[in-house]
Nanobody, 124 residues
Framework: QVQLTESGGGSVESGGSLRLSCAAP????????MAWFRQAPGKEREGVAT???????MYADSVKGRFTISKDHAKNTLYLQMNSLRPEDTAMYYC??????????????????WGQGTQVTVSS
């Protein structure tokens, strides 16, 4: 069992920034797809960003140019830097890991482990 622990959510005004963090075991970073997803009330869960074992990233069109996914091996932490936040970014954000894949990461992967979620609320 892999435990993922998210933090960094909160409430900000439109145009503000937040950085989400997701702590995971160190061996995850060298061999797994990692991703951030979000789910707003009444909506389906959607992919936000993925990062491969070699650092290759992918973003949903809705967040391109505003969000940045990254990972710090020394700290065993996955990050999501969110800038220029909009009210439509309001959602519960989850980090996820696919331990069976390290490349060709996509939002459709069968992600193995999920964090408990951290709430992001953006007011207009």
């Amino acid at each position: 069992q892999v435990q993922l622990t998210e933090s960094g959510g909160g409430s900000v005004e439109s145009g503000g920034s937040l950085r989400l963090s997701c702590a995971a075991p160190g061996y995850i970073y060298s061999r797994s797809c990692m991703a951030w997803f979000r789910q707003a009330p009444g909506k389906e869960r959607e992919g936000v960003a993925t990062i491969e074992s070699d650092g290759t990233t992918m973003y949903a069109d809705s967040v391109k140019g505003r969000f940045t996914i990254s990972k710090d091996h020394a700290k065993n932490t996955l990050y999501l830097q969110m800038n220029s936040l909009r009210p439509e970014d309001t959602a519960m954000y989850y980090c996820a890991v696919d331990v069976w894949r390290s490349t060709y990461c996509s939002f459709q992967n069968g992600y193995t482990y999920w964090g408990q979620g951290t709430q992001v609320t953006v007011s207009s």
